[in-house]
């Protein structure tokens, strides 16, 4: 009969996360402006120009590798958002206010 192997992430595997992450880091390799943790995906530009470039590869290698965004998820062009616990803008990296407000 041979081997079997799974097409999909398994749902209630311990390891799930950490092949999720390596599978994107993965696909991800090599792309500028870009960082994912698990199913969070931050895609950055110096301009609008870069940013439009960087995401246009984004979206392209996971369309390669049969991966899509969720639409109703994403934003963008957003001058500031909150990736990871922290609020990103312009002037850099902050931590969120219901963060510091338990302070």
Known sequence: ???FQYNRLVFGVT???AIWQRTMDQILEGTSGVSCILDDMIVTGKSDAE???NLEEVLR???H???RANKS???FFKEKITFCGH???SEGL???TDKTAAM
């Open 87 to 89: 609020d990103i803008n």
């Open 61 to 63: 290698r996971l369309h």
């Open 15 to 17: 390891s799930a996360s």
């Open 94 to 96: 902050h931590k969120t």
């Open 51 to 53: 940013h439009m470039a």
């Open 73 to 75: 998820k994403c934003e």
């Open 65 to 67: 590798h049969g991966l």
């Open 1 to 3: 009969m041979g081997l």
